[in-house]
């Protein structure tokens, strides 16, 4: 178990919101978390979810809720069965948690993973993509003490803020481990801009690229827990969900002047609700009444939308965190940029550099994973069957000296193309620990490409 100071902030965190209800918000990528205040007895999502399902399910007739029972269960098992990933096996290093959680406790997601991805390398320059809190960046900065040029995006002002404030401390703090020659920059930016970002900075990384770039996906602990962002199914606040406040397309704008339509549309494509259309109809009522305006407004009618049968006293939970996900797509335009932004980090890698991307829900994963495969020129579609698969081999010229010949034993096989490898065949999902002490990670896939 986690000891001292980072027992106690996990303690405050999940205590802080197993207060508000027995039902935890969605994570970063929407998925939905229930605590039922026994958080450490579910072993694994499908577990979980086995559990609420068969919980839930309406007192018709005890043979009907057998067989529902039943059904359920085993859906959520072969579902379970049927994920190809590969569970990360490292352990879950509590001093490097400690050292990283951040004052507002956002926990980054798989850390010792994300530093495995770079730990073999020479980074001289890095790119952090979603710099949040500013977690993985701080713990890349302290284990690469070679790196010369880091640079932090994100379009979020509070993050950006955060992120900077922390890592410049971190600088100035005279920490072992961090390079004097260390240049920083960071940019409010979206990462779709990135090669403009890199242009402004230096010319030279245009040309000779970076070494690592890390994107860490969906939102940080301070967007969700707080309410006026508009990102929690549990608070009430505006119907916002910008992440970057300077836009101008709001939830509440979708919401009341979309074609209703283009709503049914984003529930069922972008949070896969099969209650969409009766959704859409509800919404488009609403706007006899004056429309939605509040995030507890469009909660009460999902509310009262979603049958008893659906999941039960509290179905309505699922289907509010998927509209909140496909909102919240829409609003950020978040898998076009997502798509768009992976071929453009790939191109802004130098040659032996790594691109790390963390994504949240099956609609990110899927793309990051077709991108993936359309640049090393594979075939998309299956899982199996593209691309050259083998095992490990190295000899990046970004390889440390020491290292040059051991393999990287998180790497299990590697799809080599022409001009890149794909080192996750299958994604790298958290080890159980992390998933029992932070919730949000469960949904959490790392992908790494290497350009070569
Ligand atoms: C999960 S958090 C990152 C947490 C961070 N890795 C840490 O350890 O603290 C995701 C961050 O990405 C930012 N973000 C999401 N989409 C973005 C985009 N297209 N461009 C820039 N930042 C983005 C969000 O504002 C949020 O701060």
Redesign the pocket.
Known sequence: MFGGRATVKFLMWSSSILSKSDILFPG?GGELFFSLNRASSFKSTSSCLARVSSRSISNDSVKKKKKNSNRKEKSFISVDSLVKRTRSNKELDEDIIEQ?L?ADS????M?GEVLDVFSNRQLRSFV??????????SAIIQAHPELQCYIG????PV?HEM?RTRINGLLNSGASHVSSDLRTHFHL????FIRSVLSEVDEKLIDGGVDGI?M?????S??VNNPERGFSVLGDGPLDMR??PQESLTAEHILNSWPVTEIGRILREYGEESNWFSLQNKIDRSRNTGGLHSTRELVKLIQNSTPRSRGGRQGWIKTATRVFQALRIAV?D?LK??ED?VYNCFDCLSPGGRLAV?S?HSLEDRIVKQTFLDIIGGRSGSDEGYGQSSEPVSGSHLQKKHTADAEEAWIKRVVQGNNARILTKRPITPSEKEEELNRRSRSAKLRVIEKV
Not at 216 to 220: E, I, Q
Request: glycine fraction near 8%.
């Open positions: 970063h990283h951040s956002h926990v980054p997601v850390l952090d993509c979603t710099v949040g809190a500013g977690g993985h960046s995006l994100d379009m979020d993050a992120a930016k979206n990462f779709k890390l860490d996906l969906g939102m940080s301070m967007q992440m970057n950020n978040e940029t997502l932004s963390i949240f």
